[in-house]
């Protein structure tokens, strides 16, 4: 990430960090470029990333890219969000990740629809091509959802044992 941001700033591009404040003790992720945004969770970061982004780039990473990149697909798949979704399959890092994926939907636990979701591409070209391209196609039984801060508020529920 900070390789990435220091590039796209040296050709005086906007750069935005929103940063865990966890993070942010001992100066572990470095400094940033640009504008910076402390925020309490990474689920909040995650949030704050789907609000203010126009899509989602997933370079070669490990479990917190890809977990950042699937909590995206849900939500676009769930109809929170319907923005693009890529990876950069730099060197087909991407390879066995793309094939799961197509795995699934064979075994029919992902749809066709919700997998042209995700956008591969082996060149940045390629890839801003193809989510400038993307036309969000929602679900149409999951359309209906109706999503809002209260919707994720769950009634507690009644654990008592009754013998």
């Not at 865990?20 to 909040?44: D, Q, R, W, Y």
């Not at 126009?54 to 923005?83: C, R, V, Y």
């Not at 591969?120 to 091509?129: H, I, K, N, R, Y």
Request: neutral net charge.
């Amino acid at each position: 990430m900070g390789y990435v941001s220091t590039v796209v700033a040296q050709h005086e591009r906007q750069v935005l960090g929103i940063i865990p404040s966890a993070f942010t003790v001992n100066n572990l992720v470095g400094e940033t470029c640009g504008k910076e945004i402390k925020v309490a969770t990474m689920h909040e970061r995650l949030l704050m990333m789907m609000e203010l982004s126009d899509a989602f780039i997933a370079l070669p990473g490990g479990f917190g890219t890809l977990e950042e990149l699937f909590q995206m697909i849900s939500w676009a798949q769930l109809n929170i969000h319907s923005k693009p979704i890529g990876v950069l399959n730099i060197n087909g890092f991407f390879n066995g990740l793309l094939s799961f994926v197509d795995h699934a939907v064979e075994q029919k636990f992902i749809t066709q629809k919700a997998r042209k979701i995700l956008i591969s591409a082996t060149t940045t070209d390629e890839l801003v091509d193809k989510l400038q391209a993307f036309r969000f196609e929602p679900d149409p039984a999951l359309s209906k959802l109706k999503w809002s801060p209260l919707s994720s508020q769950k009634e507690k529920l009644d654990l008592t044992l009754r013998l």
